[in-house]
Nanobody, 127 residues
Framework: QLQLVESGGRLVQAGDSLRLSCVAS????????MGWFRQAPGKEREFVAV????????YYVPSVKGRFTISRDKAKNTVLLQMSSLKPDDTAVYYC????????????????????WGQGTQVTVSS
């Protein structure tokens, strides 16, 4: 069984940068990808970014492209989300996710495509 633990969320001001980290434990991750979703108050859970574990291909939701960068450290079983130019609209609980099987492009945004979820870390961006 794979466990995902996020860290790094906190209160920041608009325009600040923040880095989220997610460590996978329980076994060495060898699935297709790890990434991030987020859920703002009163809104549905939203895809943010994912990175393929083997090739390192990155996928982003348009609203964060150019501001967020996802990366992975295979040796440490870790995925990172570097966020810059943060906006109040980025305020949400950020969840780490992992998929053990290939997710085709048309299903990237679906939460059902991901087998494992972390507990979430709160990011609050004040204006």
């Amino acid at each position: 069984q794979l466990q995902l633990v996020e860290s790094g969320g906190r209160l920041v001001q608009a325009g600040d940068s923040l880095r989220l980290s997610c460590v996978a434990s329980g076994r060495t991750f060898s699935g297709w990808a790890m990434g991030w979703f987020r859920q703002a108050p009163g809104k549905e859970r939203e895809f943010v970014a994912v990175i393929s574990w083997c090739g390192g291909t990155e996928y982003y939701v348009p609203s964060v492209k150019g501001r967020f960068t996802i990366s992975r450290d295979k040796a440490k079983n870790t995925v990172l989300l570097q966020m810059s130019s943060l906006k109040p609209d980025d305020t949400a609980v950020y969840y780490c996710v992992a998929s053990t099987t290939v997710v085709y492009r048309e299903n990237l945004y679906s939460s059902l495509s991901y087998d494992y979820w972390g507990q979430g870390t709160q990011v609050t961006v004040s204006s």
